[in-house]
């Protein structure tokens, strides 16, 4: 197969994962989000030790064990990523689809935030603008919640920060999730442990089929994180960020027409200011690329004219 056509097929897999993942956490019931939560972290652990046993890929870990900044920065991601985890199941557990969908729409705008508090860039005129659009939908939200949307920013923030670590690390994919899914198994263990000794475990007490879909948490959380990993080296991004709204819209549209959650005409509204936020975003990331390439070509094109040039 063509690694382009690969590469797609990869992202758009692991965007239709992550967007039907509402349905596999709500048939999680009874058990509740920190529970769920603590298994998805072990089982994770646990799945991707399995796969890197397969293909004995233990070296790498050894050098980053010795590293001990980057241990620091994946102790950082780690307790980012689970707090992202831990706010998505509390959504889908307390029937807050849609606003957990928000969370992952406004991510890209909080992102560009990220670049220029953190990173110090330079924004383009329409990234401004596209931020400045995504302002008022959260205001325009906040005003139809009657509070500020937490959930959807916290879900924002939280995997924007660990983006950015992760970015500033530069881990391989599964080597990255088993050190992250390390660092959080103990207190995993030990909550999963208390819950047992209180009889409030819902892990092999429910049906055999619960246990089975608590266990393969893990393998669902490892492999739209390992197909996205793969379709990150063969996809530009450009076309990588398109199919990013493809998750958020599958969880909005779960929420609406499978789970019947609330869509009132002002939260609505705020959606669709959203949406024309990351339409600016979109737009202008499009352009940008296809001006850089077109430079690439003209240099390149003027390189080899040079090459080529009788000498004197």
């Avoid at 799945?47 to 994946?74: C, E, Q």
């Avoid at 819950?195 to 055999?208: K, P, Y």
């Avoid at 266990?215 to 197909?227: F, H, K, M």
């Avoid at 398109?242 to 609406?256: D, H, K, N, R, S």
């Amino acid at each position: 197969m063509d690694p382009l056509r690969r590469g797609y097929l990869s992202a758009l897999f692991a965007n239709i994962l992550w967007g039907v993942f509402p349905l596999y956490f709500r048939a999680l019931r009874p058990a509740g989000a920190v529970e769920v939560l603590a298994h998805r972290i072990v089982w994770s652990l646990v799945t991707v030790a399995l796969m890197l046993a397969a293909v004995w890929r233990w070296r790498p870990l050894g050098a980053l064990l010795r590293d001990g900044r980057r241990l620091a920065g994946i102790s950082v991601a780690a307790l980012f990523i689970a707090v992202n985890w831990g706010v998505y199941i509390y959504a889908v557990d307390t029937e807050r689809v849609i606003e957990a969908s928000l969370g992952y729409f406004i991510n890209p705008l909080f992102v560009i935030l990220l670049g220029v508090l953190v990173l110090r860039e330079r924004l383009r005129p329409l990234q401004w603008i596209a931020l400045g659009v995504g302002a008022v939908a959260v205001v325009v939200l906040s005003i139809d919640y009657g509070q500020l949307p937490w959930i959807a920013l916290t879900l924002a923030a939280s995997f924007g920060c660990y983006g950015l670590i992760k970015k500033r690390l530069g881990l391989p994919a599964a080597e990255g999730l088993f050190l992250e899914s390390a660092v959080l198994t103990l207190p995993g263990l030990v909550y999963l442990t208390w819950l047992t000794a209180h009889h409030t475990s819902t892990f092999g007490t429910v049906s055999g089929w619960h246990t089975v879909m608590l266990a393969l948490s893990g393998l669902l959380t490892a492999i739209p994180l390992l197909l996205f990993a793969e379709a990150a080296n063969r996809v530009p991004l450009s076309g990588l960020g398109i199919l990013q709204y493809l998750a958020p819209t599958l969880q909005l549209l779960l929420g609406v027409v499978v789970f019947a959650e609330p869509l009132p005409p002002g939260r609505l509204a705020g959606f669709v200011i959203v949406w024309c936020a990351l339409s600016i975003f979109t737009w202008d990331a499009i352009r940008t690329t296809r001006r850089t390439r077109a430079a690439q070509r003209d240099e390149a094109a003027a390189v080899a004219e040079t090459a080529a040039a009788p000498t004197l």
